[in-house]
């Protein structure tokens, strides 16, 4: 697994703990060693997707690159935008309020972490795409929020293929069943799977498994042809395998804090 690169200090300073503050206050329009380095990252992700592409028989071009920018500071994201990104991804709803707050118009951001209820009125009509719907009490209340904002909200049901009992998502077998419920509800647009592979072993098998289903649901519903799957250490075996998504936090914007790295929604 090679795709973490090296800690540079300046990464670790910018992704710690009290940094956003600092970053914040530094000047918008300066471009910073720091905004190059990202610009290197993102170029050279970009290639090693562009190659895994080829590999799987596809074009780069329909593999979007999500950077998550959980725990990120503000000023980092502008880095990446300066760098011509423009999709993010959150974890957390208060995070997803306050950068949105922070940084305007004019991205797309994903929401990939659990979400509670009453957090979906953060969330609905925020997002371009909502990776982590899981059950249908979530999917219905999403719809909802979504018909009162007089918005569709595009969404994925996020599969826990691994059956690993710390994941969220759908076990396998259920999942169709969810997508077809979902189908029926106004307001949401279930558009494929996410899945988030166990740690302790080897991916392929799991994107390949989210990849088979997501094939026999497309027959039902031609709308399903997204496949979100692949994050830093990862992402080639998973566009290898089909992705039409990969998440990247640490691969770009460097490591993150271990003890907050694992905290949940
Ligand atoms: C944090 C996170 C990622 C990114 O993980 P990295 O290892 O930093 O690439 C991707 N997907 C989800 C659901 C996450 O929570």
Known sequence: MTATPAATP?????????????????????????????????AAVRERID?????????????????????VAAARVLDAVRAGHRDFGEN????????????????????????????VTDVVGAVTLLHSV????????VARRARALGVVQRVLVQVNVGQD??????????????VAQLHELDGLRCEGLMTVPPADRDPQPDFAAL?????????????????SMGMSG????????????????????GPRPPARAERRT
Request: a positive charge.
């Open 10 to 42: 300046a990464a670790g300073r910018a992704a710690g703990p009290g940094s956003a503050r600092a970053d914040a206050a530094s000047p918008p329009s300066e471009p910073s060693g720091n905004g190059a380095e990202l610009a290197r990252r993102l």
């Open 51 to 71: 190659a895994a592409a080829r590999r799987g028989g596809r074009d780069g071009a329909e593999v979007t690159l999500v950077a998550v920018s959980k725990e």
């Open 92 to 119: 957390r709803a208060q995070e997803l309020t306050r950068k949105l707050g922070e940084l305007g118009d004019g991205l797309s951001w994903h929401f990939l972490g659990r979400l509670q209820r009453n957090k």
């Open 134 to 141: 899981d059950r249908l009490e979530l999917g219905e209340a």
């Open 165 to 178: 009992p710390a994941k969220a998502g759908v076990d396998p077998i259920a999942a169709p069943r969810l």
């Open 211 to 227: 990849r088979t289903i997501g094939n026999s649901l497309r027959n039902r519903f031609p709308e399903m042809v997204h496949l």
């Open 234 to 253: 990862d992402f080639e075996a998973a566009v290898e395998e089909g992705a039409t998504i990969v998440r990247l936090g640490q691969a770009l914007f």
